[in-house]
Each structure stands twice: as C-alpha cells, then as structure tokens.
C-alpha cells in the first residue's frame, strides 16, 4: 500500500460546479496534511493545509480532514477554467519532517 | 526576494556526466529541501537540511547523489555518473522553523535531461 494515495483521475467538472478531491494516507501517526496545486511544467503551490479534524476554509477552498478513517479532502466552489491544474495532497509522517506526496489528481474545469 | 530560486532552469547532460544544481531558499528559511519529481508522480523526497546540517536522507539518494549546504544559505545538489533515469524535475523547498514550519514553498525546478 503506497503511503499517500489519489486518484489520477482526470476529475472533470463544469465551471461553476464544486470540485471534490480526495486522499487517504497510511500512517495513522500523520499530523500535518497539505494541498499543493501544480500546473503543467510549474512548481507546486501551497494552497491549503490542515492539522485537526474537521473543516478549514480559504475563500473558494475547503480543507477536509478526518483523522480516524484517514483521509482528507479538498473542496473548490465555483470551480473556474483557471483551477484546471494536477492537485497534489501531501502529509508530514509523524516521525520525520519531510513530504510524503501524493500521486495527484488532475482536474479540468469545463467552460 | 520574493521565492525560492533555482538554477539552472534546464539542463541537458550526456549519460556518463556530472551536474550540479543550484537552490537559493527564501531568506530567513532554516530549513531546504530537495525533491524530484517524474511526469505523473508526485515529488519524492531526496534530503533536508536544517541551517547547514543535512538532517534526513531518503534512501532514493544513491551514493551518486551528494548534497551539501555549507553557510546555511544556498544548497547545492551533485549527480555524479548521470544515467538516463536521473532525468527529471528537481525541485527545491525551503520553510521556517516554528508554528509555520511545515509550510514548504518551491522554487521554479531545474529540469534534467540526461541523453
């Protein structure tokens, strides 16, 4: 079982529909959980990052977190063409500091 | 300074070469990272350095691998004996310590093609 999952997707939704993309993670020990967006040949791009259980909102951007089932999810309202990108969820493992990343999931919002 | 810088941007090498890449971290970050990242997968962790002790090591970093960071500033990552597989996007972060501290910020990537 890989450490952080995804799937590839491509995830397409219309402009203006609520785009939903979901991650689960194998250490039960994760503390921190991170999504990063990544347009074709960029870097990524920190966009949201949760700790507890429950939901964080940014704007357009929900954060889903539920520690118990292991997964977390990223909510885009009022999805635009400009949100097309390869969403990528990351988590700090409980004993290091570094990134364990995803695969990503690509989503295309149609005009 | 507004980023994470890299450089170069592209490299392309013959299979066989040494190459080295260049990683100037937000100011003010103690903390840098190296990843690498393949078309389709997520970035994979390679190094970490706190100030300028390399702290974590994944054991994708072969012996051909050498990282260094030796003012605490800006890093930089050797390839020694290129294969084509080492062709990738390397990718550079950098955090603070503190609250803040697992908030990593990339820079552009340097993009290896080894022939």
């Known amino acids: 079982q890989k450490e952080v999952e995804q799937n590839s997707g491509p995830l397409s939704v219309p402009e203006g529909a609520i785009a939903s993309l979901n991650c689960t993670y194998s250490d039960r020990g994760s503390q921190s959980f991170f999504w990063y967006r990544q347009y074709s040949g960029k870097s990524p791009e920190l966009i949201m990052f949760?700790?507890?259980?429950g939901d964080k909102e940014d704007g357009r951007f929900t954060a889903q977190l539920n520690k118990a089932s292991q997964y977390v999810s990223l909510l885009i309202r009022d999805s635009q063409p400009s949100d097309s990108a390869t969403y990528l969820c990351?988590?700090?493992?409980?004993?290091?500091?570094?990134?364990?990343f995803g695969p990503g999931t690509r989503l295309s919002v149609l005009p | 300074d507004t980023g994470v810088s890299q450089d170069p941007r592209h490299k392309i090498t013959k299979r066989g070469q040494n190459v080295t890449f260049r990683c100037d971290p937000i100011s003010e970050h103690n903390r840098l990272y190296w990843y690498r990242q393949t078309l389709g997968q997520g970035p994979e962790f390679l190094t970490y350095f706190q100030n300028e002790a390399q702290l974590e090591k994944s054991r994708l970093l072969s012996d051909r691998f050498s990282a260094e960071r030796p003012k605490g500033s800006f890093s930089t990552l050797e390839i020694q004996r290129t294969e084509q597989g080492d062709s990738a996007m390397y990718l550079c972060?950098?955090?603070?310590?503190?609250?803040?501290?697992?908030?990593?910020?990339f820079g552009p990537g340097t993009r290896l093609t080894v022939t």
């Open positions: 972060a950098s955090s603070t310590t503190g609250p803040r501290g697992y908030e990593q910020y």
């Open positions: 949760i700790y507890s259980n």
């Open positions: 990351a988590v700090i493992n409980n004993y290091g500091q570094n990134f364990v």
